[in-house]
C-alpha cells in the first residue's frame, strides 16, 4: 500500500482517524497529569496541527469557507441579489453570443454519425468555384467513389402547393437521405431507396412537421392522402420527426425524391443536363470508416478528371472537389453560391467577431459594477475583519475565505446566467427565422463557457477587494476610480454602436438606394428547371415581354440575370491600390436602366450585337481608376471596354457600402436563367395578379414567380432592424449598468465622507464647493473613459463597414448624439446621490464622533 | 528540568529507534525518549503527534490496538518493515554526518 492509498483510506475514514487521534491525546493528557506536568495545550489546535500531515486540511476548510460564503450571502440578501443580477446580465449575453456561435460552428447536427459526413463543391482555376455541381457528375461519383460509402444529393426548389398562396421551398433529394442521416418518421415512413428510387416508383412526399401542423392540422390521417404539387398529384408517405435537421437552413416544407424532379417541373434536364443551369445538386459524401477527407478529395479529383474526358464541356478544366466538414450548421449557410477568384466564405467572422465583443464589453460593464459593489463591501465589512484577524486568522486564510464568497457568486451568476443566456437565444431564435431543430439549449461546450466566464468574472473582480480588504489598506479608491473609467469605456462603444445600427436603419428606409424599388415588380420564369434551350427562351422571353409592354400602367420591362434585392449574385473581390472591392456582376439589357432609374452619367449605354462593351457604376470607376477617365478602360480581361458610367446602385448588397457594380449585356446562354422586370406607373400591388396571369398565360407548363421589389427591400431591412434592436438593447443595458455603478460609486463616496462635508459646510463651504469635492475624484475616470470609449467605438465599427448601408462608420452626427446622451445620462446618475452630500447637517456628522 | 528542542528530522529517528525494541504507545515513546536522553530531551505532544501522523502517512509504522499499563485501551505503534529499513539508513546517514562534524569541530 503506498502513500497515495494511505491517504486516500485517510479521507474515507477521516472521522474514525480523527478520534483515535483525540484518544491518543487524550490518554497522553491522562498519562502526563499523573506524571505531575499537567502541561495541556490547545488540543483541538494540536489535532489540526496532527491531521496536516495527511494532506487533507484543505478539503475541510474548504467546506468551512463555503458555509461560512453562504451563511455572510444569506445575510445580506440585498448585496447578493444585486450582485447575482449583474453576473447574470453580463454572463447571459456571453452565453447567448457563445450559444450561437456553438450553434452554427461547433455543435455537430443532429444526423447519424456527423463527423464522417463531408460537403463537397467544385474548383477550377478558370471557373472559380461552386457549391452546386450537376446532377449527371454526382451521380457519376456516387457510382464509382470507393472513398465514400454513400452521396446524399439535394436539389433545393420552389413548388406551388395546392391550397397554399406563395410557392413554398421544397427539397429534392437522393432517396438514401433519411436513412444516411439516420432520420426516423414522425407518422408514415420516409424515403426508401429500395422503393423509391426504383424505375416506375410512384410520386411521393414527405412532410415537414411544421407543415404538417400548419397545411394539416398535425391530422395523422393524412398518410397516403394526395397532394398537388405544380399541379401534379403526389402520395404522402409520411412526416419528418420534429428533431430532423435535414441538410437546409431555410427549412423546406416537403422532401420528394430527386428522380422525381422532371414529373414536377415539366421539361426539367436536371437529371440529364451538365450545364447546371437548371439548378444543381449539392453534394454530401458519407466517408467510409479510417479514410481521411484528402483521400476522397483526391479521388473525386481523378474522378471528374475521368468524367471530362466523356463530357469535355460539363466537367471543368482540372476540376478538383474540395470538401468540408457536412456535420456543423455552417455547412449549410455555404448554399448555392458560385463565383470567380476566391471564395469570400468569411462573411460571417466580422459579424461574430463584432458580437462577442460587445458581449465581452456587457460583461465589462457588469464586472465593473460587481468590482465596485465588492470593493465597498469589503471597506463595509473591515470591523469584522479586524476581530478574526485578532483571534488569529492569517492573511492568507482571510483571502481564501473572501475569495471563496467570490467563487459562491460567480457559481451563483453562472447559473443565473446559463438561464438568461438561453431565454435570450430562444427568442432571438423565435424573432428570426431560425429552423426549428437548431436547439438553442446549452450543451456542454456552453456551460464550460458560461463556468470559464464567471470565474474569470469572480477571480477579477473578486480577488482584488479580497486582497484589499485583506491587507487592510485604501486603494481601494484608484481601484474604484479605475473600474469607473472601464464601465464607461465600455458603455460608450456600446451606445455608439447601437447608434450607428439604428442610424443606419433609417438611412437604409428614408433615403433613395439609388435604383426603384417602389414601382417595380420582377419575375421569374424558371424556365431552365423546365428545360427551356436559349432559343426557347429567347421566344418565351420576347412574346412575354411584347404581351407585359401591352399591360395598362406599365412603363418599361427589361431583363436581368441577377434581379434585384434578390437572393443570386454573382460577384468578384478585387484589390485595387490596396482598397477592397466587392464587384457585383449583373447580365442585363439595354432597357434595365431605365427601368431602374439609374442615371447614365457618362457615356452610352449597352447596346445588342456588343457583347463587349460595359457599363461600370460611378462607385467602381472612383475606386477603380481614382482620378482618371474610366471610359474606354479594360476591365476584369481584356475583352471588355467601359462604354458608360451609371449611378451608383447596390441592387444586391444594400447595405455593403463597399459593394460596387458592372453591367454586362445579358447573352444568349443566359436567358433560360432570366428574370424581367417591369415598372408600373400605377400601383404595384394591382398589377401584380395580371402580371402573373400574363405569365403564366404564355407557357401554362411554368410556375414563374411574381414579387414586388418593395417586399425584397423590407426583407433585406428584417435583419439589419433585429441587430439594430439586438445591440440598441445591448447598448441599453450596459450604459443602465453603467450608470447604476456610477449611482452607487458617488453614493458610496458621499457616505464614507459624511463627516469632512459636515466639517467643510460647518466652516462655511458652499454648495458648489461640496458637489466639486465629491465629484471632483470620479470626473477623471469619467472623461478618460469617454475618450477610450470613442476611441474603440471608431476602431470596432471598422468591422460593420459593410453592414451600415451607405453612413459613415465614423458617422459625426451619431457620435455626437451618442456622446450627448452619455454625458446627459452620466450626470443624472452622478449627480442624484451627490445631492445627498448638500443635505448633510453638520451638526449631526459631527456629533457622529 | 531544562527543555531541549530537536530538530523535527531527528525526533522522526529517535521515535524510530525507541520503536525497534517493540511497539509502543505515544505517550510511552515520549516517556521513554525523555528517560533515555538521561531526562535531557523532552518531547512535546505538539510535535509528536504530528511527527506520528507522518510516519503512518509514509507507512514506517502502523498502529494498533493494546491495553496500557493503566488498563485502557490505547494504540500502540509498531515498526513495519518500510520503517526499520528507513531506520537503518537514516542511522547511518547520522553517524557519518556526526562524525564529520565532530572531525569539524575537534580540528577547527
Known sequence: MNQFFRRLRYLLNRRRFDQELADDMEFHGEMA???????????????????????????????????????????????TVTAVLMLAIGIGVNVAAFGFFDLIFLRPLRVRDPATLLRFHRR??????????????????????????????????????????????????????????????????????????????????????????????????????????????????????????????????LWLPINQEPYFAKGSHLLTDFSGDGGGVRMWGRLRPGLSPTAAEQELRSLAAELRKQYPTGVWENESLPSDPGGYAKSLIIGDRSGSGSEGRRDLYPVFAMLATLSLLILAVACGNLGSLLLARGVAREREIVIRIAIGAGRGRLIRQLFTES????????????????????????????????????????????????????????????????????????????????????????????????????????????????????????????????????????????RLRGLPGVESVSLAFSPPLGNRSEGVGLTVDGRALNVQINRVDPQFFQTMKIPLLRGRNLMRGDPHAIVISESLARGAWPGQDPLGKKFLGEDYTVVGIAG??????????????????????????????????????????SVASTTEAVDPGTFPEVQLLKTGFRRKLRGAEASALTVSLLGVIAHLLACLGIVGVVAYAVSQ????????????????????LVLRQFSGPVVAGLLAGVAGAAALSGLLRGELYGISNLDPITYLAAIAIF????????????RRALRVDPLRALRYE | MPKTEMPSGALVLLILRVLRSGALHGYAIAQRIH??????????????????????????????????????????????????????????????????????????
Open chain 1, 753 to 772: 465622507r459624511t463627516k469632512e462635508i459636515g466639517i467643510r459646510m460647518a466652516l462655511g463651504a458652499q454648495p458648489g464647493h461640496v458637489l466639486s
Open chain 1, 407 to 546: 467563487l459562491v457568486l460567480a457559481l451563483l451568476g453562472c447559473t443565473a446566467g446559463l438561464a438568461v443566456g438561453y431565454l435570450v437565444l430562444r427568442s432571438l431564435m423565435v424573432f428570426t427565422e431560425i429552423p426549428a431543430w437548431l436547439n438553442p439549449s446549452p450543451d456542454w461546450r456552453v456551460m464550460v463557457f458560461a463556468i470559464g466566464m464567471g470565474f474569470a468574472a469572480a477571480i477579477l473582480f473578486g480577488l482584488t477587494p479580497a486582497l484589499h480588504a485583506a491587507r487592510r489598506r485604501h486603494r481601494a479608491s484608484v481601484a474604484r476610480q479605475f473600474l469607473v473609467g472601464a464601465q464607461v469605456a465600455a458603455s460608450c462603444v456600446l451606445l455608439i454602436v447601437a447608434g450607428l445600427l439604428g442610424r443606419a436603419l433609417t438611412h437604409a428606409m428614408s433615403t433613395n438606394p439609388g435604383f426603384e424599388y417602389q414601382q417595380v415588380i420582377s419575375i421569374d420564369p424558371g424556365l431552365a428547371r423546365h428545360g427551356y434551350s436559349p432559343a426557347r427562351a429567347q421566344a418565351y422571353l420576347d412574346t412575354l415581354q411584347s
Open chain 1, 823 to 834: 454625458i446627459f445620462t452620466v450626470a443624472v446618475a452622478a449627480l442624484l446621490p451627490a
Open chain 2, 35 to 108: 528517560v533515555l536522553s538521561s531526562e535531557v530531551l523532552h518531547v512535546e505532544e505538539g510535535a509528536l503527534y504530528p511527527a506520528l501522523q507522518r510516519i503512518l502517512l509514509k507507512g514506517w509504522v502502523t498502529s494498533e490496538w493494546g491495553i496500557s499499563e493503566t488498563n485502557r485501551k490505547v494504540r500502540f505503534y509498531r515498526l513495519t518493515r518500510a520503517g526499520r529499513k528507513q531506520l537503518e539508513a537514516e542511522l547511518s546517514d547520522y553517524g557519518r554526518v556526526h562524525e564529520a562534524i565532530q572531525s569539524v569541530l575537534r580540528t577547527a
Open chain 1, 648 to 689: 451608383s446602385a447596390r441592387l444586391v448588397k444594400l447595405q455593403d457600402s463597399d459593394s460596387v457594380e458592372v453591367y454586362f449585356l445579358i447573352g444568349t446562354a443566359d436567358l433560360p436563367s432570366t428574370s424581367v422586370l417591369v415598372k408600373t406607373s400605377a400601383s404595384p400591388e394591382d398589377l401584380a395578379r
Open chain 1, 124 to 253: 477550377a482555376p478558370r471557373e472559380g468555384y461552386a457549391f452546386s455541381m450537376p446532377y449527371p457528375e454526382m451521380a457519376f461519383f456516387r457510382e464509382h467513389s470507393r472513398t465514400l460509402s454513400a452521396v446524399l444529393a439535394l436539389n433545393p426548389t420552389k413548388l406551388v402547393v395546392e391550397g397554399e398562396e406563395k410557392q413554398l421551398k421544397t427539397s429534392f433529394v437522393t432517396a438514401n437521405f433519411f436513412t444516411e442521416l439516420g432520420a426516423t418518421a414522425k407518422l408514415g415512413r420516409l424515403l426508401d431507396p429500395a422503393r423509391d428510387e426504383a424505375a416506375g416508383a410512384e410520386p411521393v412526399v414527405v412532410l415537414n412537421p411544421a407543415f404538417w401542423q400548419r397545411h394539416f392540422g398535425a391530422d395523422p390521417s393524412v398518410i397516403g392522402k394526395t397532394i398537388h404539387l405544380n399541379g401534379r398529384p403526389a402520395t404522402v408517405i409520411g412526416v419528418a420527426a420534429s428533431e430532423f435537421s435535414g441538410l437546409n437552413l431555410d427549412d423546406p416544407a
Open chain 1, 33 to 79: 497529569a499523573r506524571a505531575g506536568s499537567a502541561n495541556l495545550g490547545n488540543t483541538l489546535r494540536l489535532r489540526e496541527e496532527a491531521r496536516e500531515a495527511w494532506g487533507w486540511v484543505w478539503l475541510d476548510r474548504l467546506s468551512q469557507d463555503l458555509r461560512y460564503a453562504a451563511r455572510m450571502l444569506r445575510k445580506s440578501p440585498g448585496f
